[in-house]
């Protein structure tokens, strides 16, 4: 028997089974995934049942692990202890450009959305899930997943949470990147800029550009998935991206 069976076996110990599941628990729960995960998840959706209060919130343009969330956010003093601890964190793939697309604000419109719920009641939004289509071969990823992502014509995943990164987009977005010593990461992507030409092409102008990112940030925050706090934000992230092509 596997040290996994062992482990398994301990968790299915009457004594251990808690009486109630997270997924049944009487509070309002929210899952989040990102393009990571989605294909080898199988949430049964949404559900305003007694008992069962729940969503799935499944983010396009996003890998489970992204520039600002291993690298950005330990900035200083928290980068200088995870090197004394002898696990630095880095991006390590062959592609140039680590994925960094701003979707870790949806987690703070989750949060109001969970707050919502547990304190008042109000039903968190809904959003369809990122679609999938079976693949020919198990995908060259960590879960072996038998599906992958539909994508767009920008080579976007489709459904799923709409940000204003795969609905106006300026990159292309890959949630794996290929490590520099060999093998793949599945868990942190790449992204691909448009570039010049493409940028034009797409959206003429940057005030077009401009003009059409404002219009889909607000419809997201509408649609409960940004924080009108965070609408500034998110807007100069994209703009700030764009200048650095």
């Not at 596997?2 to 309002?28: H, Y």
């Not at 994925?99 to 719920?117: H, I, K, Q, T």
Request: some cysteine; overall charge negative.
């Amino acid at each position: 028997m596997g040290v996994a069976n062992l482990r398994d076996k301990e968790m299915l110990r009457p004594e251990r089974i808690p009486a109630q599941s997270v997924m049944g628990a009487e509070v309002p729960y929210i899952n989040i995934n990102t393009e990571s995960e989605n294909r080898a998840v199988n949430w049964h959706g949404d559900s305003d049942d007694p008992g069962s209060r729940f969503r799935v919130y499944e983010i396009p343009a996003s890998s489970h692990d992204s520039f600002y969330n291993l690298i950005g956010y330990y900035e200083g003093q928290g980068q200088e202890d995870q090197i004394k601890a002898g696990v630095p964190l880095a991006y390590d793939g062959l592609e140039e450009i680590p994925l960094d697309s701003a979707y870790e604000m949806v987690f703070s419109a989750a949060f109001r959305n969970l707050y919502g719920g547990v304190r008042k009641g109000i039903p968190a939004p809904h959003a369809p899930k990122i679609e999938t289509e079976f693949t020919s071969r198990p995908m060259e990823e960590a879960f072996g997943a038998a599906v992958k992502n539909k994508t767009d014509l920008f080579g976007n995943a489709q459904g799923g949470i709409r940000l204003p990164a795969v609905e106006c987009p300026i990159y292309t977005y890959h949630s794996a990147s290929r490590r520099k010593g060999g093998g793949l990461n599945p868990l942190f992507g790449w992204m691909e800029p448009f570039g010049k030409d493409r940028f034009r092409a797409v959206y003429g102008t940057e005030a077009q550009y401009e003009k059409i990112l404002t219009e889909k940030t607000a419809a997201a925050c509408a649609a409960g998935f940004l924080l009108k706090e965070d609408i500034q934000a998110y807007e100069d992230f994209f703009l700030k991206k764009l200048q650095e092509w």
